[in-house]
């Protein structure tokens, strides 16, 4: 590079000042570097991986999630380096350069330097041939890429250098920088980078190439001594900082500040190195940092003239003027007390010290006003403690991402070997495992966004993660979806099915051609649906595939289900899809949340031709409406009533309500005003005025304004409990009575589903709901022909959300459920029904699978609710126990499935549960005295009903055990229960020695619901003679105030034990194969079983020993061990064992001692 010639006046000004600002400008445009406050490093280099790895080949109609995982690498160096590291710089982009008196690193000869890649390994990019013949004392990287180091050596790959060299990027020696004289006398130990590229050289060297410069010397960008800077110091240079205004500070044996031009700037409070007294102390100032406030930091240590050394820290603000001084030990220290500047102005401070085992080096953090920070780590990060020898740290850098490296004499950290360098986390563990970016973005390959996708179509998938304003793109996964088969695979029955102990259960396996075949279906909800008089079914919804074929959010299928390929959507609707609409002339209205159609925009309303292009009549050029549109209804008139959530059409304001002509223009005269802020669903009753639904239900006039004489829906009601009312879903009988369906939403977070019919003046004439469960969204209704009523709704239960579809007589009776969708743990509704002219109904939503048949969000059935099939012979089966043939028999509970091959396609079923009795129980209790000793028991009891089967109330009792303390006992009514204290009532008896209050349940109650629970029962226990009663040792006390399960408290079926266990003889839980010698049975208890998230076990054994509490699966294989040690003799023990990651299936929960052998049985969902 040819520099500019300056003028001779300016190069003999004496004014240091402008000389700087001068060399500013010129660094800058000469692109040698930028400002002093600009260096710092580029973020963390970090990697990104998408697992699985693939390649996969999924079957038609699944889908994979890939998950995407950016990490820091882990920080391995092998056996590391064999003698000391003195000196540390990282570069941009994320490599280490490492200068020290070393000799090889794990394993590999390199003589003083190296540079590592950001995982540790050896850069073999970085040739440095033969090395240096000395150590490197100073490192520094240069914006630009080149490397200098100072330190005490002669020579660099064979060429002269006098303890001084700059370095090309891969490690050549940089010819540019001229080094043809002999260099510095004596060795460079600290380095400094002004911003125009000229560097400042510290050590104990009294010439440069001959000429005097004692101690610092400042050299141009081509090596040339700089003749300004002559300065003064009394001895050698051990650290360097450059302030922001260019002042240089020199640390030695003394602390000083210098101006630009070298001279000593008396304003700062500059240290000398001793102090005089009975006991004459020298200060070396060994290590320098600026805070980002400009506040200057010293590592130092004072030398007695007895021997010893003692470190400290201090911090010394814009004057020199000392803030703080602290000391890292009270104990005598060997040598440097180096310190490092956090990005958030915290302190770190290396430092060793004399102990009672010898010598331990601490690396300690100080907050940035120098207090010893007491985190969970007690202020010491870590240290590396080695007996009887000098480890000190040498050096340490932090990285961008708060990693801290340390370099030094040391050879382990906190008992691990690391020889003279390790990598730290922020707070001190050493970073041998890869660490997450936790703030980092991700963009997919196919425009997803999120740190996973779930894929269904086949395509090369990879992700760009983004942290620190740096990116990294991953491994490439390539999916292969294979063709779906023709066929589905049905298991009858379908399950789940309640196998009682030693009871056997066939299974039947049958293959058959669906007469829609979907193959793999949707990948994506079915939100609407338009039949056509051909036959053909127009699909709306949020998906991006059909069938393994990418198609967004619109298709057409033939009858058959095939895809219509006349029907060119093209890139499709850019969003959901919410409604469809079919014209008599065949053109299709279509409305969701999008912004454009095969790229022409159309915001959230749109109508095509029957060949699917853009109708160009229906004139849309302005902004259209400004939210989503959920509803349509066409007019005999040909007008269109649109519903939403939106306020404007082409910024017309229009709230949620609009009619356009037929051309898509507003109706000017229809202004409607709805009172609440959405339109859920619409109908268009014969004499044309307009049912509106939302969270409220109204009845419009033709012109907009509201029909006062409709009773319609509220949209709340008031009390106690404020309920809000949504109505989701309308349908007009054949006499134009209005079926709703809805839900409502309670304040205390969940929804009841329900079906109502209301006259023609809007009088609700029947109310239904589907379940007495919490439902999980819309109840969808429709009307067939005849006026009965078909109904979608899915409900909470045991094992999960379960999707139904209902069928009621025109007047509201139940006349039974025609099938369902069960997909556990996930919300799979029914969002859309229509009936053929051949009686036949086709259902979409999210559901995947109908009644044990794989149905990915659309199926057609039979009238019957059967699935529309045609028999498909021929099929070979393999179930999943390795059984083969079209029927097995078990007798383990568990999940079963076969995998049918046809024509050499394979197709596997959904999964039928084989699970204990049902009709399963669970008894919650408090006590509101949990006094020792009380005048009143008071027990607040609540049955859960965690099966899927509905049980009697009156076929229920609960026994709550006490000891009656030989006195007379009453046991007073129940005092309050949200059933009703007059639906109770209360026995009393004994059995093995214990006393018991047995609750029974009025018939009256009727029957109680699955997923339900009897609300709050008190029940209150005292003496007739009103003395107290001694709660300790009685069988179900417990001293919890707040409700929680309690196995010591039973219950009844029909007078059999289903849940808990009785004292005493303690029988076993109904659900639960126990193994254990009789006189020690029922040690191990646990609930729920089944079980989806966690189970609550608790056991107390017969005697003080040592037990171990594990988990096997049903092949005898260690899977967890939960628990372990000694317990005393009846102490409870509990432990709460988490399922939610276990796959479905059997489970063995052993409890094993010296003389106990006991396993439950559980069954995960």
Not at 300 to 305: H, K, Q, S
Not at 492 to 505: C, E, I, Y
Request: proline share 6%; aromatic share 8%; hydrophobic share 40%.
């Amino acid at each position: 590079m040819k520099l500019p010639v300056l003028p001779e006046k300016l190069t003999k000004r004496k004014n240091w000042l402008g000389m700087w600002l001068l060399g500013l400008l010129l660094g800058l445009l000469l692109g040698l570097g930028t400002p002093w406050l600009a260096y710092g490093q580029a973020a963390t280099p970090f990697t990104v991986s998408v697992t699985p790895a693939g390649p996969l080949t999924l079957p038609g109609g699944s889908s994979q999630t890939l998950t995407a995982d950016a990490t820091y690498p882990a920080f391995v160096i092998g056996t590391g380096f064999n003698d000391a590291v003195n000196a540390l710089a990282l570069q941009p982009d994320g490599k280490v350069v490492v200068g020290g008196a070393f000799t090889s690193y794990n394993g590999t000869a390199r003589n003083g330097l190296v540079r590592l890649n950001p995982d540790g390994s050896l850069d073999a990019s970085f040739v440095v041939g033969a090395d240096l013949n000395g150590p490197a004392n100073a490192v520094l990287v240069q914006p630009d890429g080149r490397i200098v180091v100072g330190g005490s050596f002669s020579t660099y790959q064979g060429q002269a250098r006098s303890n001084l060299v700059r370095l090309n990027a891969d490690g050549s020696v940089d010819a540019s920088f001229r080094q043809t004289g002999t260099g510095f006398n004596g060795p460079v130990n600290a380095l400094a980078l002004q911003p125009d590229g000229q560097l400042l050289v510290g050590g104990n060297f009294t010439s440069y190439n001959g000429t005097a410069r004692t101690y610092l010397a400042r050299l141009n960008t081509i090596g040339n001594l700089e003749a300004m800077l002559v300065p003064s110091l009394p001895s050698p240079v051990l650290a360097l900082a450059l302030q922001a205004d260019g002042k240089i500070l020199a640390g030695g044996n003394y602390l000083v500040r210098l101006n630009y031009n070298g001279s000593l700037d008396t304003s700062y409070a500059n240290k000398s190195g001793s102090s005089g007294g009975i006991h004459p102390v020298s200060y070396y100032y060994t290590s320098l940092a600026l805070q980002p406030d400009g506040k200057l930091v010293v590592g130092a240590y004072a030398a007695y003239l007895i021997g010893a050394h003692v470190g400290f820290v201090q911090r010394l603000d814009l004057a020199g003027n000392v803030e703080f001084n602290y000391s890292p030990s009270n104990n005598p220290q060997t040598g440097n007390t180096v310190v490092a500047v956090e990005r958030d102005g915290r302190i770190l401070v290396g430092a060793s010290s004399f102990s009672s085992t010898g010598m331990v080096t601490y690396l300690r953090r100080l907050t940035a006003a120098g207090a010893l920070e007491e985190e969970a780590l007690g202020g010491t990060l870590g240290g590396s403690s080695v007996v009887g020898d000098l480890a000190p740290i040498n050096a340490i850098v932090v990285q961008p991402n708060g990693q801290i490296i340390i370099g030094g004499a040391f050879t382990n950290y906190n008992g691990t070997t690391v020889n003279h360098l390790a990598r730290l986390t922020l707070y001190g563990p050493l970073n041998t495992t890869p660490t997450p970016v936790g703030n980092a973005s991700y963009v997919w390959s196919n425009g997803a966004t999120g740190p996973s996708i779930s894929v269904a179509l086949s395509g090369t998938y990879s992700v760009t993660a983004t942290a620190n304003g740096q990116s990294a793109t991953s491994n490439a996964v390539v999916v292969t979806v294979a063709p779906a088969a023709p066929f589905v695979v049905q298991v009858t029955p379908a399950g789940p099915l309640s196998l009682p102990a030693g009871f056997s259960q066939t299974l039947t396996a049958s293959v058959a051609y669906p007469t829609l075949n979907t193959g793999g279906g949707f990948d994506g909800p079915v939100n609407a649906l338009a039949l056509q008089p051909d036959g053909k079914i127009v699909v709306g919804g949020a998906f991006s595939a059909y069938n393994g074929v990418a198609h967004n959010n619109l298709v057409r299928l033939n009858p058959d289900g095939s895809f219509d390929a006349s029907f060119a959507v093209g890139a499709g609707p850019n969003g959901p899809v919410n409604a469809v609409l079919l014209q008599p002339d065949g053109r299709i209205v279509v409305g969701g949340s999008f912004s454009t159609y095969k790229g022409l925009a159309r915001s959230n309303l749109m109508r095509l031709d029957p060949d699917g292009s853009v109708d160009a009549s229906f004139r849309q050029s302005g902004t259209g409406f400004d939210d989503a549109v959920k509803a349509l209804a066409l007019q005999p008139d040909g007008q269109l009533i649109v519903g939403g959530n939106f306020t404007s059409y082409n910024g017309t304001p229009r709230t949620y309500l609009a009619r356009l002509n037929t051309i898509g223009n507003l109706e000017a005269t229809f202004v409607p005003s709805i009172a609440y802020p959405l339109v859920a669903a619409l109908a268009l009753q014969a004499d044309g005025k307009i049912l509106v639904a939302g969270p409220g239900l109204v009845r419009l006039n033709y012109n907009g304004s509201l029909d006062t004489g409709y009773a319609g829906l509220p949209s709340t009601s008031g009390g106690i409990h404020p309920i809000g009312y949504y109505y989701t879903s309308l349908a007009l009988q054949p006499d134009g009575k209005l079926v709703v369906g809805g839900y409502a939403a309670y304040l205390i977070g969940f929804r009841a589903g329900f079906v109502q019919r209301l006259d023609l003046a809007g009088n609700v004439e029947f109310n239904y709901s589907p379940s007495n469960n919490t439902q999980t969204g819309n109840t969808t209704v429709a009307v067939q022909p005849d006026g009965r009523i078909l109904v979608g709704s899915s409900s909470f239960l045991g094992a999960g959300v379960v999707t139904y579809l209902y069928r009621l007589t025109p007047a509201g009776s139940l006349e039974g459920a025609l099938g369902g969708s069960s997909i556990t743990g996930d919300l799979a509704p029914i969002n859309v029904i229509v009936v053929q002219p051949n009686g036949q109904i086709i259902i979409g939503g999210a559901f995947t699978n109908y009644n044990g048949v794989r149905q990915n969000r659309l199926a057609r059935l039979n009238a019957d609710g059967s699935l529309s099939t045609t028999p498909a012979p021929g099929a070979s089966y393999v179930w999943s126990t390795g059984a083969t043939g079209p029927s097995i028999t078990v007798t383990e509970w568990g999940y079963y499935s076969v995998t049918a091959t046809l024509n050499g396609q394979s197709v596997t079923s959904s999964q039928v549960l084989i699970r204990p009795p049902v009709n399963s129980l669970t008894v919650f209790a408090a006590n509101e005295d949990l006094a020792p000793s009380t005048s009143a028991i008071q027990v607040q009891l609540q049955v859960r009903n965690e099966g899927t089967t509905a049980i009697d109330y009156k076929d229920l009792t609960v026994r709550y055990w006490f000891t009656a303390d030989g006195a007379p006992a009453q046991v007073l009514p129940v005092a309050y229960a949200k059933l009703g204290a007059s639906n109770f009532t209360v026995q009393t008896g004994q059995q093995n020695g214990q006393s018991y209050a047995e609750l029974h349940f009025a018939a009256r109650l009727g029957t109680f619901a699955p997923a339900g629970n009897t609300g709050e029962i008190q029940l209150r226990i005292h003496r007739a003679d009103g003395s107290n009663l001694t709660q300790t040792n009685d069988y179900s006390f417990r001293p919890l105030a707040t409700l929680a399960e309690q196995p010591h408290i039973t219950a009844y079926l029909a007078g059999k034990l289903v849940y808990g266990t009785e004292p005493a003889a303690q029988a076993a839980l109904a659900t639960q194969a126990v193994e254990a010698p009789a006189a020690l049975a029922n040690l191990l208890e646990g609930s729920p079983n089944p079980c989806t998230d966690h189970v609550q076990l608790r056991f107390a054994l017969a005697q003080t020993e040592a037990y171990t509490l594990a988990v096997y699966d049903m092949q005898g294989r260690l899977v967890e061990k939960l628990a372990g040690g000694t317990s005393s003799a009846g102490q409870p023990q509990q432990v709460q064992w988490q399922v939610n990651t276990y796959a479905a299936g059997l489970y063995l929960v052993r409890l094993h001692t010296p003389t106990v052998k006991q396993q439950l049985k559980f069954v995960k969902q």
